[in-house]
């Protein structure tokens, strides 16, 4: 079956443009996360849905970030303004229930690079 | 100072041969831990996942280990393949809190023929 699909794969913004990354999460999961991955790193948390309810968006790293997923399916990752330390790999994932104990499933990630 | 933390960073190892990965943790309350492998390129693929009481969990080649008293675990591979290349990644859960989930920062691993 489908799995979590991401768009686009690859990103150049130059420094102060905005961008919008999207994430297909697999149909029927209640749980969507965005992740920050730099060069050589594991990801790091950004924020966290459960359907359309934003619950956790403790790791957005500014002002700059905003996440919505106004009908509990599809999500968007939106940064204006971007900077150069804003570029890395933005991954999402989804689970089937709420919270952290279940299994995450994860998209190939969009890569950002801003010149 | 990063509250998952794995070794070694980096790890070259010949075809058919065994290795384990370690991962210390001081993530609390733990929830459970899991292991992810994710290819160059690619979003983490689950693994292995453990919660408080489990010490021991298998996966075709893969064998995950946990001390939840020393918060230590370890990823063994057996009989290694050069499709095993890729980085391998601890995570551990807190509970109640999505932003309670940690990651490490991966081990390297690269086979060679």
């Known amino acids: 079956g489908a799995g979590v699909s991401q768009s686009p794969r690859y990103k150049v913004a130059k420094r102060g443009q905005d961008v919008a990354l999207r994430c297909d999460p697999i149909?029927?999961?209640?749980?969507l996360f965005w992740y920050q991955q730099a060069l050589g790193q594991g990801p790091e948390f950004l924020t966290y849905?459960?359907?359309?309810?934003?619950?956790?968006k403790s790791g957005l790293p500014s002002d700059r970030f905003f996440a919505e997923r106004p009908e509990g399916s599809v999500s968007t990752l939106k940064i204006q303004r971007t900077q150069q330390e804003d570029s890395a790999v933005y991954l999402c994932?989804?689970?089937?229930?709420?919270?952290?104990?279940?299994?995450?499933?994860f998209g190939p990630g969009t890569r950002l690079t801003v010149l | 100072k990063n509250q998952v933390e794995q070794s070694p960073q980096s790890l070259i190892i010949l075809e058919g041969k065994n290795c384990t990965l370690q991962c210390n943790y001081t993530v609390s309350p733990f929830s459970n831990l899991r292991w992810y492998k994710q290819d160059t390129g690619r979003g983490p693929v689950s693994l292995t996942i453990m919660t408080f009481s489990e010490n021991t969990k298998s996966n075709r080649r893969y064998t995950a280990t946990l001390d939840a008293d020393t918060k230590q675990s370890s990823l063994h591979i057996t009989a290694s393949q050069l499709s095993d290349s890729a980085s391998y990644i601890c995570?551990?859960?807190?509970?109640?809190?999505?932003?309670?989930?940690?990651f490490g920062s991966g081990t390297r691993l690269s086979i060679r023929p």
């Open positions: 994932a989804s689970s089937p229930g709420g919270g952290e104990r279940h299994t995450q499933y």
């Open positions: 995570v551990v859960s807190g509970y109640s809190s999505a932003s309670k989930i940690i």
């Open positions: 849905f459960q359907n359309e309810a934003q619950l956790d």
């Open positions: 149909s029927g999961h209640v749980s």
